[in-house]
């Protein structure tokens, strides 16, 4: 368990140093069985201890002294719905969020790279934060793909391991500030 919390924190920290979120935006989450770790409640991922790391069962019963980010819903019915998934990332990079304001339906795929890890980047419309419409629409969207765009919100991307997950979600903003530089060309 300490080696997971550990990751959490290394790509927590490498998620916010690299511009994915900011603040106390984002969450990532790992599971283990029928138990998640994910970041705690208004903790900041550039300085995220193992203290910060709340543990919550699928059914979403807190095993923690620390309450898990208002996000774990969305986590939790990713992992219900995928049950191969073991890795959840979800962040606020800023074209991603730029993209989801202004595109419906799916992001522009236009690297390989991005073809052959992504396929597809379908935007989820808007639903509010740490709401379960907005992870219940999150799960459906992720049902076939391994990303998605939350419209004004950021984006979610899923793996087997957290470094997977994390490098799709680096993927994601990528391709949407390649689209936002090549926007008049679609």
């Not at 069962?57 to 995928?82: A, I, N, W």
């Not at 740490?130 to 219940?136: D, N, Q, W």
């Amino acid at each position: 368990m300490r080696c997971l919390k550990l990751q959490l924190i290394k790509y927590s920290r490498k998620a916010h140093e690299r511009g994915l979120t900011a603040a106390f935006g984002g969450n990532l989450s790992v599971r283990v069985g029928n138990l998640v770790l994910i970041k705690s409640t208004g903790s900041v991922m550039d300085d995220m201890t193992a203290g910060q790391i709340a543990s919550v069962t699928l059914d979403g019963k807190v095993l923690s002294p620390v309450r898990p980010s208002s996000e774990y819903r969305l986590h939790l019915e990713v992992y219900r719905k995928r049950p191969e998934v073991r890795a959840v990332v979800h962040l606020h990079p800023p074209y991603a969020i730029a993209a989801s304001s202004v595109l419906k339906g799916e992001l522009p795929i236009i690297t390989p790279e991005a073809e052959i890890y992504l396929r597809r980047i379908p935007v989820i419309p808007f639903e509010p934060a740490g709401s379960i419409e907005l992870a219940k629409s999150v799960a459906e969207g992720l049902s076939e793909v391994d990303a998605v765009l939350m419209e004004r919100h950021g984006i979610v991307t899923v793996g087997r391991t957290l470094r997977e997950a994390f490098y799709k979600a680096e993927l994601v903003e990528e391709s949407s500030k390649l689209w936002y530089l090549t926007r008049n060309s679609f």
